[in-house]
């Protein structure tokens, strides 16, 4: 057996080569780490509104349960999974609470509600803010998730059929994302989607409603569907140009 005998000089020296190479990987470590993208990315931040809460239940299935709470459980789901992903969210509310109160005497409690939720979009810059519901219908039959945007707004379309494509690989017949009249889309400066997580008079699809995992599984659908389209969204679109 060979023993080899190195001198101090000599072990310095390869100590240093070793600290040099180190010091070489980390930096390039850093810089593959921060792409401009990424710096991009980290300055933008997504709004999660869960439709309703507080005095404001929603609708609600034939068992009393509300809408608003389904809405906020699915939110703070897809809150988490975009957090994991690097992703700056946040939320229009986190418990069960209307964004604005109830004034014996003073009508449009909903409206100025609606509005609260688009004033916190535009306070935290928001590239846009999803939004979450359920439907409901005279007719039992109907089920199924959609995508809604506002007509004359591309970003807030290129958002809602990402989205409505990873909605698909979980509802058994897939539906159309579709243009929507409502009042939180249609605000200047602010790019929305409404997304109808099922129908609360579907007895099958209410019963489903109420499963954490089937709602991990909707949160899951509309994060990949938002990440999917999120570089895009960032590098240059402006999200409130409207269509031509
Ligand atoms: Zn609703």
């Not at 509309?222 to 999917?228: D, E, F, H, M, V």
Request: charged share 25%; glycine share 8%; aromatic share 6%.
């Amino acid at each position: 057996m060979r023993i080899l005998i190195l001198s101090k000089d000599k072990i310095l020296f390869i100590l240093s080569l070793l600290g040099l190479g180190l010091t070489l990987a980390f930096l390039a470590f850093s810089l593959l780490r921060i792409t401009p993208a990424e710096s991009k990315l980290k300055q933008t931040t997504i709004l999660i509104d869960p439709g309703h809460g507080g005095i404001d239940g929603g609708t609600q299935d034939a068992h009393g349960h509300l809408e608003k709470d389904i809405n906020l459980a699915i939110a703070l789901k897809i809150r988490d999974y975009l957090r994991q992903s690097g992703v700056n969210v946040a939320m229009t509310r986190e418990d069960d609470r209307e964004l604005a109160a109830y004034e014996p005497g003073r009508s449009g409690r909903h409206r100025r509600d609606l509005s609260s939720r688009i004033e916190r979009a535009k306070k935290v810059k928001a590239l846009f803010l999803v939004s979450i519901h359920c439907d409901w219908s005279a007719d039992p039959k109907r089920r199924g998730m959609v995508a809604f945007y506002y007509y004359r707004n591309p970003a807030g379309k290129n958002l809602a059929f990402a989205i409505q494509e990873e909605l698909n690989k979980i509802q058994p017949t897939p539906k159309k994302a579709a243009p929507g009249r409502y009042f939180i889309l249609e605000q200047p400066g602010v790019t929305g989607v409404i997304i109808e997580v099922g129908f609360l008079s579907h007895p099958e699809e209410a019963a489903l409603l109420q499963r954490p995992d089937y709602q991990n599984k909707i949160a899951f659908g509309i994060a990949r569907g938002i990440l999917q389209v999120l570089p895009a969204l960032i590098s240059g679109q402006d999200p409130t140009a409207p269509a031509s």
